[in-house]
């Protein structure tokens, strides 16, 4: 149950602070997203930017990026997927405690990017883990990471804690863990897990381009 | 820095038994290359190395090149015997070349680097065939940079390098079987999902739509 905004400013305004468990629960969640330290390719080095003095993620608390999956919040996919790479990469994300997020950033980690046709490529991470948030630009600027970060941060705030849309978390009977492909003789197996990345609809070929 | 031609004549000199061919570059670049007999390559990569004029200490790149089987038509003058006289007669023949995997070396000399450079010195090898005769000497022992590339070669194209010290797949899993940089690798079908499909892609995308309709 929120409170109603006008109500919430005029109690702020007599020295009353009105909240509910939920805002404040998230508010606390939101301002303390600690990032998995591991970058895939060239956008690692755009994330490293991010984190350093120029444009300073600790400002969203953010700064400390964890060495181990078990003590991350946030994973920041920053570059290619090889098809090699992506059963570690699944794994780790696997290792992490719950809550956990995903952004993809890159246009490789959204799609494959330039190297989509590669035969070492994955066309992209929301294959095989859920995605909270997509970032294209190759790589994309600081500002854009930071950018995504704040979506993500909007994302986490708008979470109830309690019905269907609540996080994972919260849910006892949610799935955390993924399946993890396995490197088979021609491709990874299974290509695309299908309880993550439903075939989109409009999966025509295109039929007006090229 | 010495031409092809030069190389070549100072390695018939030391080692007249070894079998080196010049492969002649018609293009502007005139980049003629060395043909390396395989049961000769390692001496005569040592030779190049180790000589005190050429002194082609240092190997910058290594690759591989696939040549698949092609089809030649040619025509051929015949003599043929019509209306009991001897006619030059053309026919048109089909012959198929075998194919084979080649791997290509780029040398340089550290030593003599203040000399005017013309290009790297490329050296070239060749397979038997592309099926099962794909051994080729390493020439890791000799330039030791070329460890990774080689490895990068026999995961790309299947060249199996003999005395190499480590000839495991690099970009690709061990379990994985085909040699994706060969002419006729043909990728696994998951174009199920092309929003932007175009040319080639747009091929595979079509095929995959009337694979899984069929």
């Known amino acids: 149950m929120a409170v109603e905004p006008d109500l919430k400013i005029e109690l702020g305004k007599q020295g009353v602070f009105v909240t509910t468990v939920s805002e404040i629960y998230n508010w606390g969640r939101k301002n303390s997203v600690w990032p998995m330290q591991f970058g895939l390719a060239c956008c690692a080095i755009e994330m490293i930017a991010t984190t350093m003095a120029r444009y300073d993620l600790a400002r969203f608390g953010a700064e400390v990026f964890r060495p181990s999956p078990r003590q991350a919040d946030l994973m920041i996919i920053s570059g290619t997927i090889t098809k090699k790479m992506a059963p570690q990469v699944v794994r780790l994300y696997n290792q992490m405690a719950e809550p956990k997020y995903v952004i993809a950033m890159g246009a490789c980690a959204i799609s494959g990017g330039p190297f989509k046709q590669g035969y070492n490529v994955l066309k992209g991470i929301d294959r095989y883990i859920p995605v909270d948030v997509h970032i294209p630009g190759c790589p994309p600027r600081p500002e854009a990471l930071i950018h995504a970060f704040m979506t993500l941060q909007a994302k986490i705030d708008a979470q109830p804690l309690t019905g269907s849309e609540r996080p994972r978390h919260l849910d006892a009977e949610a799935q955390g863990l993924f399946p993890i492909p396995e490197q088979s003789a021609h491709d990874l197996e299974p290509p695309v897990n299908r309880l993550v990345w439903p075939l989109p609809a409009s999966s025509k070929p295109a039929e007006n381009c090229g | ?214």
């Open chain 2, 1 to 214: 820095m010495k031409t092809a031609e030069e190389i070549l004549a100072a390695i018939k000199l030391a080692l007249p038994e070894a079998g080196v061919e010049l492969v002649l570059n018609p293009s502007p670049s005139a980049q003629h290359s060395l043909r390396l007999d395989p049961a000769h390559a390692v001496a005569v990569a040592s030779f190049l190395r180790d000589d005190a004029e050429l002194a082609l200490d240092y190997c910058s790149n290594a690759t591989g090149v696939d040549w698949p089987s092609k089809e030649v038509t040619e025509k051929v003058k015949v003599t043929k015997v019509v209306d009991g006289a001897d006619t030059a007669v053309e026919e048109t023949v089909k012959r198929v070349e075998p194919g084979y995997l080649e791997a290509v070396y780029h040398l340089f000399s550290m030593k003599h680097a203040h000399r005017e450079i013309a290009g790297p010195v490329v050296l070239r090898m060749r397979t038997i065939n592309r099926t099962d005769q794909v051994e080729l000497p390493s020439l890791t022992p000799v330039w030791r940079s070329a460890e990774f590339q080689e490895r990068e070669i026999f995961d790309l194209f299947g060249i199996e390098f003999t005395g190499h010290p480590d000839l495991r797949r690099i970009l690709m899993w061990d379990g994985f079987e085909d040699h994706p940089m060969r002419r006729d690798y043909v990728d696994p079908d998951d174009y199920e999902y092309e929003p932007t499909a175009h040319d080639e892609v747009l091929k595979r995308t079509a095929e995959h739509k009337a694979g899984v309709v069929a």
